[in-house]
């Protein structure tokens, strides 16, 4: 099913929530007032370019120029992050971050903290982002790395693989496009940083995969 809404969403209900799925790659949770958005990788364009790998400036910018966009639009009251908020160490877009941080200092920030999340708690505790290793919210669990089980918890959302499936189209044509994923214990988020790869995902049959197809989202089973 193709949501043709120019807010470019899908209500999923699921697990008794209501999830708004966004084209822009994150998920408002209706019942918590929160954004929900993983893999930003704020700082990976400025740590390749000091690596001399020319990398095109301002992506981080407008990362953060949709982020924006989406607060605007749904008022949260919390963003949940889970992982690889930022790509490495302390760097200048991390400054830049600082100053972006000041337009939403009454939105409570929680960072599931990811393989690349690797600065120290001070910079986190400066930027008023408080950290977990995993986080439990209505009994749905948080962490980075995806689970292979049920973990003894209801549901859990993760990130790190930046999830997408292939889909075919005419003349032998083949995309490969960012994909919500949700498994029987488990659901993968996009990745929300757009200077990032993609990992492709083969669903099992009964599992709910939502792609996101520039600004439309497309229910594939």
């Known amino acids: 099913m193709q949501n043709k809404d120019t807010a470019a969403r899908e209500i999923f ?38 690596a001399g790998i020319a ?50 200092v009454h939105i409570r920030i929680d960072l599931v903290l990811g393989n690349h999340d690797i600065m ?33 918890y209801l549901y859990t959302f993760s990130g790190h693989l930046h999830p997408a499936v292939v889909m075919a189209g005419p003349a032998k044509q083949r995309l490969r496009l960012p994909c919500f994923y949700f498994g029987r214990h488990c659901g993968i988020l996009p990745a929300f940083g757009d200077f990032t790869g993609l990992a492709s995902l083969d669903p099992a049959p009964g599992e709910s995969v939502f792609v996101i197809a520039g600004k439309s989202i497309i229910r594939t089973q």
């Open 120 to 152: 120290n708690e001070e910079i986190y505790s400066q930027l008023e982002i408080i950290t977990h290793e995993t986080l439990t919210i209505r009994d749905i669990h948080f962490i980075h790395e995806p689970c292979e089980d049920n973990n003894g």
């Open 13 to 50: 209900r699921f697990k008794q929530q209501h999830w708004h799925l966004l084209a822009e790659k994150a998920i408002y949770w209706e019942e918590e007032k929160a954004l929900i958005l993983s893999d930003l990788h704020l700082g990976k364009s400025a740590h390749f370019r000091k």
């Open 55 to 104: 990398v095109p400036a301002g992506i981080m910018q407008e990362d953060l120029f949709r982020l924006q966009q989406l607060i605007t639009r749904y008022l949260p009251e919390r963003l949940i992050i889970v992982g690889d908020m930022f790509h490495s160490r302390h760097n200048n877009e991390v400054q830049y971050f600082k100053v972006w941080r000041g337009q939403f």
